[in-house]
């Protein structure tokens, strides 16, 4: 897809964390079915990742929640690393879809959402199980940096917004300062989905014509 880029924003992206660690029985049922049926085959990497998450957010210490998460689940460590305190749990809202697998962590295929009278107060199992009201609660840390790219669209003549990662960005500057000693050359855009994510891809090629390299001069 050709585009122009129109303006790039930054954005902090916080983790809430709960000040003391939630009581098991303040769990919730989808918690706890987790809990409960173990290392399971089917959808064992979804819900690594959802106890993962929701132990970093529920107040326990990396050594506890580790301890726990392993009598739990049976895949490799590298998912307990990857989203303790470095992901936000999912909303239930999340949790009720469907997935094809990992790392979407929708499992309304598992049946482990069983709401009970509670459930309908809280978004999520982090805010259930910490009986979460307000900010207050807990505290905030940072966990990454985003952006926003503001880009026109050549192809459907749309503006639209890519969020990037700090890595994605850098190899981005790359082409636009390499664009500026070749007038030549249009910036396209595509996505690629690597290891289940999606992936930001950009590249030069040459204008197809004078007329859009005369409008993205002037964007």
């Known amino acids: 897809i050709p585009i122009s880029i129109l303006g790039i924003d930054r954005r902090e992206?916080?983790?809430w964390i709960a000040s003391d660690p939630a009581l098991r029985e303040n769990f919730p049922p989808c918690i706890k079915n987790i809990l409960l049926k173990g290392a399971s085959p089917k959808g064992k990497h979804r819900t690594a990742a959802i106890l993962a998450a929701f132990l970093g957010q529920s107040g326990y210490s990396e050594q506890d929640a580790r301890r726990l998460w392993l009598e739990a689940t049976d895949v490799e460590e590298r998912i307990f690393?990857?989203?303790?305190?470095?992901?936000?749990?999912?909303?239930?809202?999340?949790?009720?879809?469907?997935?094809?697998?990992?790392?979407?962590?929708?499992?309304?295929?598992?049946?482990?959402?069983?709401p009970d009278e509670l459930c309908r107060e809280f978004q999520g199992p982090v805010d259930y199980a910490c009986r979460r009201l307000s900010e207050k609660d807990g505290c905030q840390i940072h966990?990454?940096?985003?952006?926003?790219?503001?880009?026109?669209?050549?192809?459907?003549?749309?503006?639209?917004?890519i969020e990037l990662s700090e890595a994605e960005l850098a190899d981005?500057?790359?082409l636009l300062a390499e664009m500026q000693e070749q007038k030549e050359k249009t910036l396209v855009y595509t996505r690629i989905k690597a290891h289940g994510r999606i992936r930001h891809r950009f590249a030069?090629?040459?204008?197809?014509?004078?007329?859009?390299?005369?409008?993205?001069?002037?964007?």
């Open 143 to 161: 966990i990454k940096t985003l952006y926003r790219v503001r880009v026109f669209d050549w192809s459907r003549g749309l503006e639209c917004e």
């Open 172 to 174: 981005l500057n790359e």
């Open 204 to 219: 030069l090629k040459n204008n197809e014509g004078p007329r859009r390299q005369m409008l993205s001069d002037l964007l």
């Open 81 to 114: 690393s990857e989203w303790f305190q470095k992901m936000h749990c999912p909303k239930c809202e999340t949790l009720k879809k469907e997935s094809k697998g990992y790392p979407d962590l929708g499992v309304g295929d598992l049946g482990l959402c069983q």
């Open 13 to 15: 992206e916080m983790l």
